[in-house]
Every structure is written in C-alpha cells, then in structure tokens.
C-alpha cells in the first residue's frame, strides 16, 4: 500500500520542471563513467566466460577476497568465507524476511526506519515494535525495554546517516546498542549503505565491531559504485545463519549477476574506489552544506531537523500543528518534491509531521531554492 | 533438503577427472565472448550512466522493447508494456511463490518436474500434486483430473526440451491442454527456458499462444546468451497478476541488474542473437547425437529413455529392481556423475528409478566413453 503511495510520489517528482527532493538515488555524475571500459577489459582478460556463467549462491570469490581490505576500512573485519554477496541491500533483507520471520513474529526498527527494509519484510507477515529515538538515533534504554517486552526475532538498524533522518549513532551510544544485544543474546541487523559517504566529521566504529556475534553487517556498493549494478554484501555472525540465508537466495535468484560481481571486484582491488571515493564526496559536500545553510536561514525556528556529515538525507520534522499532506500539495504546486515522513514508520501511529529531504540530486543553488520555497509555503 | 543434496552431488561431480553429466549449466564456449566488448561499448554509447543507475522494477525498457520479436520467434506476441524481466527464471518463480502461494495451497507439477521451482516455491509451505506424464510429458486428462479434484492455485510446466527429461508435449497435446485451463478458468505456468535450443525437428507453438488470458509464460536468456547475466523474461495474463508479481519483486531486489539488461537489449536487437544461436546450435547437436547413438549402443533393453530434439537433458528410466543410488555410487567411482531422478519429483513416493544425463558440457567422445561405463555398471 505504502508502497504504490510512494510511486504516485516519484512519478510526480519526476514531472518536467519539478525539483525533486523526493528520490533517493545517487547522482549519476557521481558514477565513474571514464574507467568502465578499462574495467571490463580487465574482466574479460581475467576471467573470460567464467564473469557470464552461473557462479556460487555465496557470491564470486574474488568479489568477496576484494571485500575483506574494503570491510576492514569500515571496522568491520571478515574473511573471505564470512563475507556473502546480495543483490542489493534488498536481496539481503528479503532472505532474512523469508529465514527470519513468520507471520506474526515481531520485528524491532527504529522510528522512522528504512522503508525498503519494510517493503521486503511484509510479505512475511511480521509485526513490528519501533524503539524510541532522538537526534542521536535509536535509544539504547528503548532498544533493551523492546528486547524484554517483546523478544523481536531481530532488530533492524541504520547506525550511520540513516535513511530517512540522516542521523548517526554517536560512539558511545553503540556501545550501549552492543552491550545490550550482547546481555540479551538478540541479533542485531546493521544496515549500511551510507557510511562511506562521509562529508565532514570522523568516522564511527561499526556496531558490528562491538558485537561481531549478535551483529549482521550489510553493505552495499550502490552509493559508491553504480546502484544498477546491484551488488551488496553482508557478514552475518559465526554459526548457521550465513548459510540458511545462502539457501533462501539460492530460491530466489540462485546467485547475484556474475558480471556485476566481477565489475565490483575489479572496483574494488584495482585502486579505482579509492580514486573516485573523495570525488564522491567533494560533489555532494556542498550540496548537503547549502541545504543546511538554506535551512538555518528559511525555516521556521518552531521546525527542526537533523545535521547530518554524510549520507544522503536530511529530516525536518514541524511542530505538531503543521499538515505535512497540504504542504506536500502546494510544495508540488509550487514544482518542489520531497517525501511525507509518515511513509517511513512501521507503525504510522507513531508518525510526525515531518519531511524526507534528499540532497543529492540537486545542485547547491537549486537547493537553495527549494529549501526558500518550502519555508514560505509553512509560514504563509 | 533436497538442495543440500544435489549441492553435494554437483560438488563430487566437480571433482578434478569427473565426467560430469550432472550440471546443467550451458558450455562456456557458447557464450559470445568475441562481440561483448563491442556491445558494451554500444550501452556506454547509448545509455551513458543510466545503464548503472537504479531502474524501474518492471525492467529496463529498451531490453523490454527488444524482447517483443524475440518472443514472437516463440510463438509469444506481447506489447512492450506485457513484458517484465526478472533475475533470471528462478527470481519470477519466487515472485510467484510469494504472491500465489499461502502455506497449504496447492501447486499442480510436472512428474518429473524442474528442481529450481520447487525450491523457489518450498519456502512458501505449498502442497504439491503431480501430473501424469508419458513419453510426451505432462497427460491432459491426469491435468483435468487435478483441476477437478485438488483446485490448484497454478500449474506449473516446461513443455519443451523440459528439465529433467528432455521431454516436449506435441502440438495437440498442448491444445488440449490450452482447452483444459481455459475450461478450468486455471492459470499455467510455461516455463520455457529451452525452446530456442532446438538441434532437430520442427518448432512446436507456446501453450501461451492459445490460451494468453490463462498462461503466464516465462524464458531466459540463460542458454542463448550467457545465464551469469541473471535476465529472464516473462508474460504474464492480461490483468492484476502482472502488477502483483512486480510489487513482490520490487520487495525482493529492486530490480534486476540495469547493466546485466543493457547487455541482453543489445544482444537481443543488435542481430548478435540470430547469428549466435546457429552456432550454439551447431555446438550442442553432435553432443545430442552422440548420447542417443551411445545409448542405443551400450544401454540394456530394459531401460527406456527420451529421444529430445533439442535441450540439455535427457532422462533414463530404469527397471524397478534397478538400485539408482547403487548405481550412482558405481558411477562415481568410476569417475563418471549423474543426478538420480529421485531429486526432481514434488513428492518423492512417485519417483522412479532413473538418471538426469546432461549433454552439453562434454564433447561427443567422452559422452560415449560415460554411457559406456554406465552400460557396464547396469548389466554387471
């Protein structure tokens, strides 16, 4: 339902004229488009048919050998066994949907949550508990009261520039999040796609690195490669959850395309991520500063949203007056998109009077732009 | 549990010396390695990055709009918009599983039947019942026997070159089955990976192709162009179930991978197809013929096997006093590998004694060597 709701709204944001900061896409110019050729290339002379044949459910080893020094870069170290290729972040957490879940088994996310890790886990029928959070993300005390109350069959999170709100789990609150897991033996899904797209600000340890046995790590090279390529990666926990997973995407897709694979290790070990990493960066860095500084400037002071260093998202949320539905309207009236924020809560109850903002498709003057337009859509 | 099975089978099948008529994967010397950097360089040309970004989950449009002759050459006669793509065949029989199948609900199968499906459909707790079947596969009076009786939620079938027995239902057959779910008001799955793989004989019209309201038909690039490419093709009835099956997939990874289409587009409409599919063709027939020759050569009289014009299997069927396993660890230790017909029955108190011979990834010479060795374990 949700879903065909948020289609209507991209299909609106992508009308002529509109500036969408509805999507969630990164920006094509951000691609590395100059060194595809020399890539493939590569994999024809390395590999030969065996990039087109079908390959391991597990993933293409040297996809997962280029992974291991990757990983570590994000303090989450693995070998090349413990690490599995999914299609997508997706493909990952519709096998966890279909190992984890049965109907009416309850599922614990954070409030808002990814709406895409929703979309794949409802056709397994779960329920869901939302732990309370704040500008630093989810609260540890909320997280342990979840896991007494209700005894979730996971816990999914997104520690790092969250999608919607952009948020990241300071340090410190991660040790709490994984000595909570830990005492209460839970499993804990850590979804992280944006980590790598740090602007500003120091890195944050993985919970993954805290609690490597509680935490299933999931990654995705959508952000820092080319999303339509449709490569993720995970490392689940020692024991047989890695496997049991491997046999529901043997089911479902027997393996991720192999060329994409071999596309993604050739990125990965041949020095070309590192290249283009901070060029990635050094392109969105102004445009997440002149939305923040558009922000501070426009928007009302009864509103407030998140700061995030990174990612691709910023959460404005407005005080509990504000109709967001009615500035939905005018703002598209107006040729400005972006996403209500009751779309991502599992439990719309819950739910504010907020906004999604994307900043990556945007250059920093039409950001500019939009942001002046939706302030003077709230205050007039 | 079945999966785990053959996975171990495949693997000792693998083993360095083993002549593996086992798998069931293409010869790489069939895929066209000598174009594919030309066409890649035509998507890069064409598509510039929209080729990596994310794309619509139905599937990529110019490989949708390629795919209308290329399914007319099989008797399909579909729009642009009547064609979805899926991650390979198996990424649709997941979609169905999970729009179709609620826990109890009966799948109607071949027997024997392809292996993937049910494991695409197992997770979703079907029952299974199994069709009759002959020499021209599936029976239509034991089909209308099981619409009558068991109301199966659909019919699941490989009418051509099927996997496992290399078995193709003739023309009137088809007919009469294409009567049979119209008259039901049923639906049918045509599985139909193989029909461009046709090395004798004439071409026999898709069921779809005279029942389209009641017939979802399903291909894949897997055997003509190359399977680690993940594409697969379907048609689904006029109606809702098009739109369901893309929602469970937009669930499941989003779409398929954007690269991986481009490529199949390409491949599809830049003539490469009609000029590879002779030679893949030419490639497999003596591999065909050799198998038949050796069977008729070296296999006892008490065996019965199917004579396919085309494909990649073909099926034995043994005495009931034969011992298959005994036979299959004979084999093995004689370093030739099959897969036990057990495996590809729904429900295995059907199953016969009988073995799954492939015959495309050995040349002429070592597939008579095999059958040879087969021959004597059988009669000594």
């Known amino acids: 339902m949700a879903s065909s709701v948020i289609r209507e709204i991209l299909k ?32 024809i002379k390395r590999w ?19 992974a291991v020094p990757y990983l570590s870069r994000y303090s989450v170290e693995a070998s090349t066994e413990e690490i599995f290729v999914s299609s997508g972040s997706q493909g990952l957490l519709d096998s966890l949907g ?17 709406l895409g890790a929703i979309q794949a886990f409802n056709p397994y ?20 009261e979840v896991l007494i109350k209700n005894s979730p069959k996971f816990v999914y999170m997104v520690p790092t520039f ?31 796609p944006y980590a790598a797209l740090r602007y500003q600000g120091k890195d944050v340890p993985s919970i993954k690195s805290m609690a490597p046995d509680h935490v299933l790590y999931a990654t995705t090279l959508s ?5 339509g390529l449709r490569v993720g990666l995970f490392v689940p926990p020692s024991g047989e959850l890695g496997n049991w997973l491997v046999k529901a995407k043997q089911g479902t897709d027997l393996h991720t395309s ?70 939905y309207k005018k703002a598209l009236s107006c040729n400005v998109a972006f996403v ?24 920093p003057d039409t950001l500019q732009h939009a942001v002046k337009t939706l302030a003077s859509l709230i205050v007039n």
Chains 1, 2 share one sequence.
């Open 12 to 43: 609106q944001a992508s009308r002529p004229g509109m500036i969408s900061l509805a999507g969630g896409i990164p920006a094509p110019e951000t691609f590395p488009m100059d060194i595809l050729e020399e890539v493939f290339l590569k994999i």
């Open 162 to 192: 969250q999608n919607p709100t952009g948020r990241t789990i300071p340090i410190e609150r991660r040790k709490a999040i994984a000595d909570i897991v830990i005492r209460y033996n839970a499993l804990l899904i850590e979804d992280d």
């Open 48 to 66: 030969g048919s065996s990039a087109f044949q079908y390959d391991l459910t597990e993933g293409f080893v040297p996809l997962r050998e280029a």
């Open 223 to 227: 952000k820092v490669f080319a999303p």
């Open 340 to 363: 209500p924020g009751e779309y991502f809560y599992a439990n719309s109850e819950n739910s504010r009077q907020a906004m999604r903002l994307n900043f990556t498709n945007a250059d």
């Open 125 to 144: 029928g779960p329920r869901y508990v939302e732990m309370e959070s704040d500008e630093n993300g989810a609260i540890p005390e909320s997280l342990e």
């Open 258 to 327: 192999t060329l994409s694979q071999a596309m993604a290790a050739v990125y990965l070990e041949g020095g070309y991520l590192e290249k283009r990493l901070p060029l990635i960066c050094n392109f969105y860095h102004p445009r997440l500063n002149a939305l923040l500084e558009a922000m501070d400037e426009y928007f009302p002071p009864d509103w407030n949203w998140s700061r995030p260093e990174g990612g691709m998202f910023l959460w404005a949320e407005g005080p509990d007056r504000t109709n967001i539905f009615e500035l």
């Open 98 to 114: 279909k190992i984890l879940i049965s109907p009416g088994d309850i599922v614990a996310v954070e409030s808002p949550t990814y």
